[in-house]
T-cell receptor, first 112, second 114 residues
């Protein structure tokens, strides 16, 4: 019974393509996030989102956009993929008052 | 703004030895502190957290951490490690105002040797 699930787990694509990564949480949390983990394992937040506000890390290129069809889902769309986008992308969610984030298994994106 | 510094990028230790993974933070307000573990090719799992109260926090798998406000530290400890503890460990901080956003340290790779 996975709390935060992401698909796909692996994604290999060519430069210039557009791709999406899906994320779903069944914890009833009100806030979801996307993190990027680079090759040195450094984790950087990209977005945090609830039904009231989207907070974007200003260093994230506008080729990246989160889409939330409902409270349990936060998908990540990436346009015009570049080699430097290769990384592991983690989805996470948290409850408002607890601040503990639950993470998905990650999506390893490789741009060739 | 808040930040986290993990002082050791790699920590090798022999099985059954004690270990301490160091974490220092900076923040202008009260903080919530966390340790996460990432096993190879897996997502992050919460080990323990400090929100308030006792400064000594116990977590899963025999780990504990102590919040030291004067030294702005939150070091992780385990008295006796196992091979299965080999993983990447991340310290993270969240401030009380933008409490939904975690800032992570750069991680410490713990390798337990037989």
């Amino acid at each position: 019974d996975t709390a935060v699930s992401q698909t796909p787990k692996y994604l290999v694509t060519q430069m210039g393509n557009d791709k999406s990564i899906k994320c779903e949480q069944n914890l009833g949390h009100d806030t979801m996030y996307w993190y990027k983990q680079d090759s040195k394992k450094f984790l950087k937040i990209m977005f945090s989102y609830n039904n009231k506000e989207l907070i974007i890390n200003e260093t994230v290129p506008n080729r990246f956009s989160p889409k939330s069809p409902d409270k349990a889902h936060l998908n990540l769309h990436i346009n015009s993929l570049e080699l430097g986008d290769s990384a592991v992308y983690f989805c996470a969610s948290s409850q408002r008052t607890m601040d503990e984030a639950f993470f998905g298994q990650g999506t390893r994106l490789t741009v060739v | 703004a808040q930040s986290v510094t993990q002082l050791d990028s790699q920590v090798p230790v022999f099985e059954e030895a004690p270990v301490e993974l160091r974490c220092n933070y900076s923040s202008s307000v009260s903080v919530y502190l966390f340790w996460y573990v990432q096993y190879p090719n897996q997502g992050l799992q919460l080990l323990l957290k400090y929100l308030s109260g006792s400064t000594l926090v116990k977590g899963i798998n025999g780990f504990e951490a102590e919040f030291n406000k004067s030294q702005t530290s939150f070091h992780l400890r385990k008295p006796s490690v196992h091979i299965s503890d080999t993983a990447e460990y991340f310290c993270a901080v969240s401030d009380g105002r933008s409490a939904r956003q975690l800032t992570f340290g750069s991680g410490t790779q713990l390798t337990v040797l037989p």
